[in-house]
């Protein structure tokens, strides 16, 4: 297979030596588990259990909530003591929300257990990447990011490619080469489940070149009905060609694209030991609760790999090889290039944790003053994302935080090559990830200033709503009353009429009456026998006889 080469990196010394020598030591279950809640890039989970709740081993104590987010389980049962804030590996030395439980040494299993399914091959993917969800697993190359959405390709994304990533390129870290070495079987098993899962077409299984015996393991163990899906390809020990970008350089020739996914190109990459993980978690029904650690450096007794449980004390961890060696004042986890350091030896072993490296005085010497820099081009020339160093260097200097972003800032894979070569001794890297936190935090702040934006204009809007549903609502009211009032008037218009009328008949008959009344007053003195005039004298012409 025709290789192909990354932009820069550099050639590291090898120090895996010491560290495999040994078979992979695995630990007994500790006094005390400290859990932590966030174990992988986003969200963290939320605590499924109280304290004095007894818990089972593979049951699970944090439930995630987001979509990039993983539950977390009891790597041992026990009873959880104590659930609040705790030291945790994290370069800010910040603590975080952890599940601290007191194991009972039972290691036992309880009901919550997964169901195993030997019958894999023949269940829907969707259901698939569902249990490897619920197993809580992450990437164990270092970044942890959820392995459950990094196995969901957008609607339409079509995933030809599986990348094996084996590649441990830090010069101290052996993890990945011991786990080929003692089970490769398992790996195998685990990307014949995600090759099911994704549909892809084939598999490159990429092993460093100073790991003979991990790619002889491989190569002894390829099941036949795999050896036509699956490469197992050599490629040169050279840093950072463990990074997914420049790995997929190497075998395939293409590239991701700036601000792109690998499966934006049809591929996807995972680690050996995530693989692992996916075939615990589908046939045996186990979710993510132990890994490989390297416990390396001139700062310890007795170098080795050993598989901890995760809560695991790093103290516990370095015991277990022997202690520390005398003088020992830096203990780091990750490698030289890309880990930080910790402060506490309590802090618990986590899904990120590869590697415990610890040092004296005399291994790191400090790096000289720093100086201005001479614009020598160096860190350019070993940038293997082709990045301008000093460009991005200036204007996280100025805090130009649009001006960086524009050079390409957040392709920096932080791998540290550039300032490994600095003659100014200049922490580039410490540059970059300051102005990424920055425009993190910026970005944070505007989307809160969004949201109370878009409340406050909901809320305006709502006012307005609620005044012109009040005004239109008084308007039919008045329309109302007014109308009622008109109404009023008319009936009393109405009756006053009818009162006048009445009236009007009324002394319209006393007329007639008091008219009728005289008339028969003046008939009776004319045909009566009485004076007409009313003068009581009789008539003269009266004889009084007939």
Known sequence: MQLHRFHGGLKLADETEVSTRDPVLVMGVPSQLTVPLGQHIGEAAEPCVAVGDHVTKGQRIGQSKGYIAAHVHAPSSGEVIEIAPHAVPHPSGLSAPCVVIQTDGRDAWGDTRMEPWLDWDTRDPRKLRQRIRDAGIVGLGGAAFPTAVKLNPRAGQRIHTLIVNGAECEPYISADDMLLRTAPEAVFEG????????????????????????????????????????????VPALYPTGGERQMIKVLTGQEVPSGGLPADIGMVCNNPGTLKAVCDAVIQGRPLLSRIVTVTGPGVRHPRNVEALLGTPFADVIAATGGYAKGVDRLVMGG????????????????GTNCLLATRPQDTPPPGPVMPCIRCGECAAVCPAQLLPQQLYWQAKAKDFDAIQDYGLFDCIECGCCAHVCPSNIPLVQYYRYAKNEIWAREKERQKSDIARERYEFRQERIEREEREKAERMARKKAAVKKKEGGDSDQQAAIQAALERARARKAAKAGASDEGNHTEKTGTDRDGTGDPAGSGESDPTDTGHR
């Open 191 to 234: 990307i014949r489940i995600v090759a099911h899962l994704l549909g892809v077409d084939r598999v490159l299984f990429a092993v460093e070149d100073n790991m003979p015996e991990a790619m002889r393991a491989l190569t002894e163990t390829l099941p036949g009905e795999l050896r036509e899906l699956i490469q197992l390809v050599s």
């Open 336 to 351: 030289p290039m890309m880990g930080f350091a910790v402060h506490d030896d309590a802090i618990p072993v986590i899904k």
